[in-house]
């Protein structure tokens, strides 16, 4: 079912317009950096000053009401690029499980950064930080980083072989009639580039 609308999503002509102009993908992937370097950026600053590391003159609360705002556009832009990357290869992404580990990740490193929007206030009243609320800022940035490493350890699905032996004998390679030179080709006709 799924696989099923990554294949409707890859072959949709918008996409596929999208994913071969070569203006359009740059700015995709200049939007996707751009608005992961807010999200990150904001959100490991407001973690650091939960574990006393930095700012400590401001209270945690006012850190966040002032970065949080930037962390939430830059997920909306993350998410639209990221959704938009993803969408041009999207069967192939499906069959990444490092990309399944980043999605998880994120997921995760989102809930700990709305719990910790939430209780900002409170722990800025405790005498002192509340150890859960080291732990989490601790957890939340392992969170993040992990989610970049498991972005960088991601396959190229036009550049590395890896995504077509991770497909080969799966049932999405049955599903969808996947070849490594199939997807040479396309590869080759996205770069103008001619296929051996
Ligand atoms: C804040 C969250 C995110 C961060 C920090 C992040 C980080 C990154 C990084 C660093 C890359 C470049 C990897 C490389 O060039 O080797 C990347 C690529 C990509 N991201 Fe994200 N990303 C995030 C969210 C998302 C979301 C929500 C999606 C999907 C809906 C997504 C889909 C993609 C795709 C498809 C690629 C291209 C992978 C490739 O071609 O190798 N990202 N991301």
């Known amino acids: 079912m799924l696989f099923h609308i990554c294949d409707w999503l890859e072959h949709n002509r918008w996409i ?3 994913s071969r102009s070569v203006t359009l993908s740059v700015i995709l992937s200049v939007t996707h950096y751009f608005s992961f370097f807010c999200v ?13 590391v930095l700012g400590r003159r401001k209270k945690v609360a006012e850190l966040a009401e002032e970065l949080l705002p930037w962390m939430w ?11 938009l990357i993803f ?14 580990v980043k999605l998880m990740l994120l997921l995760l490193a989102i809930a700990l950064s709305v719990i910790t929007q939430i209780s900002a206030l409170r722990w800025d009243r405790s005498p002192a930080m509340p150890v859960l609320a080291k732990l989490m800022a601790l957890v939340s940035l392992v969170l993040w980083v992990g989610v970049i ?14 995504i077509a032996q991770m497909k080969s004998g799966s049932s999405v390679q049955k599903a969808s009639g996947y070849s490594p030179s199939l997807q040479v080709g396309r ?4 770069t103008n580039v001619s296929a051996p």
């Open 87 to 100: 969408a041009g290869d999207a069967t192939a992404f499906y069959a990444s499980r490092v990309f399944h």
């Open 40 to 52: 990150v950026g904001s959100i490991m600053i407001v973690d650091l000053r939960v574990l006393g």
């Open 73 to 83: 556009m830059g997920l909306l832009f993350v998410i639209l690029s990221g959704f």
């Open 149 to 162: 490493l498991a972005a960088v350890e991601t396959p190229d699905p036009y550049l590395s072989p890896t």
């Open 187 to 190: 590869w080759a006709s996205k």
């Open 16 to 18: 596929i317009g999208l």
